[in-house]
């Protein structure tokens, strides 16, 4: 079914756009530089919605938080940092997946023990220290981007906001295959991530080493997070939504939630980037924008929900 679906969103995303094109001349000689184009657009969604949606999962399983997911837990942050730091550097594309790596991981480990109290953190903190990262970090990208006479530095404050124009064919393959490879280590954990998620003690019972799963699993997700922000920017609220989305229609068991939530994120992102370039087209709107205006409330539900149990 899912399957079905996402194949239905790349025939959409291919005959629409800020001018559309009927699907008998899709492949007209004159229509095949827009169609490379869109081809590659649908590609990186795909693989920035799937990577997005894989990380939420396992970051709200192992830390046991509903509202985990790399954008509030500062990692989309920390990667966007290091990247920017990395152009301003003259540091070649192709390295960016790996550098943005070490601002996710940086960003990751500062919150959790910043949450961290008498060896425990709690829902809220880890929220609160998430969204204060992210914000505090945002707020050096936002000077960087001001102070520096870099002209490629200053265009890339669209970029902060999620773009999906990424026709590097290298840089993509790198990160689809970064996505792909982590996406199945996820997979691989999905019974200790079952396990998990009903209780630690139960897991430990299982014979699970939970403090190693979880440093595993958050080098993972901050790697693929980190992958993602690199050629999109920071795009939000996707491995929040989506993950939820999932549970209510397959269930609790990561062995279908992973690549049913993958499908299901790839198909989403698909669609919004189909919103972003035809609402007021031609002008197109930066795709963080949409996602965070569909993101947003579902926050906020998930939120007054966790707080009236």
């Known amino acids: 079914m899912l399957c079905a679906i996402l194949l239905a969103a790349i025939i959409a995303g291919l005959l629409n756009g800020a001018v559309g094109i009927a699907f008998a001349q899709l492949l007209f000689k004159e229509n095949l530089p827009i169609f490379y184009l869109r081809l590659m657009r649908i590609l990186t969604a795909g693989v920035a919605g799937a990577g997005l949606a894989v990380c939420g999962i396992a970051l709200q399983a192992i830390l046991r938080n509903p509202l985990a997911e790399p954008y509030l837990l500062g990692s989309s942050s920390g990667a966007g940092l290091f990247a920017v730091i990395a152009i301003i550097t003259g540091i070649s594309t192709i390295y960016l997946p790996f550098i943005a790596f070490i601002g996710a991981l940086l960003a990751t ?177 930066p795709i963080g924008v949409i996602t965070a205006i569909l993101g947003v409330p579902a926050f906020i539900f998930l939120l007054k929900r966790g707080q009236s149990r």
């Open 109 to 285: 480990i500062l919150v959790y023990n910043l949450a961290r109290q008498n060896n425990k953190v709690s829902e809220q903190s880890l929220v609160l220290s998430g969204v204060m990262v992210s914000v505090a970090l945002s707020a050096v990208i936002i000077f960087l981007i001001s102070t520096s006479n870099n002209e490629t530095l200053h265009g890339i404050t669209w970029w902060l906001w999620g773009n999906l124009q990424v026709y590097d064919v290298k840089l993509l393959s790198v990160v689809s295959a970064i996505v792909i490879c982590g996406s199945a280590i996820i997979y691989i954990f999905s019974q200790d991530l079952n396990a998990i998620s009903i209780g630690e003690e139960e897991a430990i019972h299982l014979g699970i080493d939970i403090e190693s799963v979880k440093k595993i699993l958050i080098l993972v997700t901050a790697l693929i997070t980190a992958g993602i922000v690199s050629i999109c920017g920071i795009i939000g609220f996707v491995g929040l939504m989506i993950p939820h989305m999932a549970r209510l229609v397959v269930g609790p068991n990561h062995k279908i939630l992973v690549p049913a939530a993958a499908l299901g994120a790839a198909i989403f992102m698909i669609f919004c980037d189909i919103l972003s370039r035809v609402i007021f087209a031609p002008i197109e709107i």
